[in-house]
């Protein structure tokens, strides 16, 4: 529960207490992957350990740094003749990217990119 009124808050917390079982956490910190920082104009949502994880998890942690999340040459296309491959990892890290879709908007076109041949899948995607 957060809020600019204090006493309107403590007010509501009183009122569902009353039929449920409430428990104060203290201030919010991480939740569901996302880092939550107080700033003097309210709060910064960071997803920087979720995409820490991330990159640990298919062992792209070492990788360089791309001005631009897609090659500006070429394009993707359904069936470019390589061999298919086993979708299931694929499909794993585009629903991980679409969760960080909600603090870096940035990455929304690349993602819905990759997304559209998640039905169908060969070693260049």
């Given at each position: 529960?957060?809020?600019?009124?204090?006493?309107?808050?403590?007010?509501?917390?009183?009122?569902?207490?009353?039929?449920?079982?409430?428990?104060?956490?203290?201030?919010?910190?991480?939740?569901?992957?996302?880092?939550?920082?107080p700033?003097?104009?309210?709060?910064?949502?960071?997803?920087?350990?979720?995409?820490?994880?991330?990159?640990?998890?298919?062992?792209m942690?070492d990788?360089?740094?791309?001005?631009?999340?897609?090659?500006?040459?070429?394009?993707?296309?359904?069936?470019?003749?390589?061999?298919?491959?086993?979708?299931?990892?694929?499909?794993?890290?585009?629903?991980?990217?679409?969760?960080?879709?909600?603090t870096?908007?940035?990455?929304?076109?690349?993602?819905?990119?990759?997304?559209?041949?998640?039905?169908?899948?060969?070693?260049?995607?």
């Amino acid at each position: 529960m957060t809020g600019s009124d204090p006493p309107s808050i403590t007010r509501f917390i009183a009122t569902i207490s009353t039929k449920f079982s409430v428990k104060d956490l203290g201030s919010l910190h991480y939740f569901f992957g996302v880092e939550v920082l107080p700033t003097s104009s309210g709060l910064l949502l960071s997803q920087h350990k979720y995409i820490h994880d991330l990159l640990v998890r298919t062992r792209m942690d070492d990788a360089k740094e791309v001005g631009t999340p897609l090659p500006t040459t070429g394009s993707l296309v359904l069936n470019d003749g390589s061999p298919p491959t086993n979708a299931a990892k694929y499909q794993s890290v585009i629903g991980a990217l679409q969760y960080i879709n909600l603090t870096r908007p940035d990455m929304s076109f690349t993602v819905n990119k990759l997304s559209q041949f998640m039905h169908c899948l060969f070693e260049s995607h």
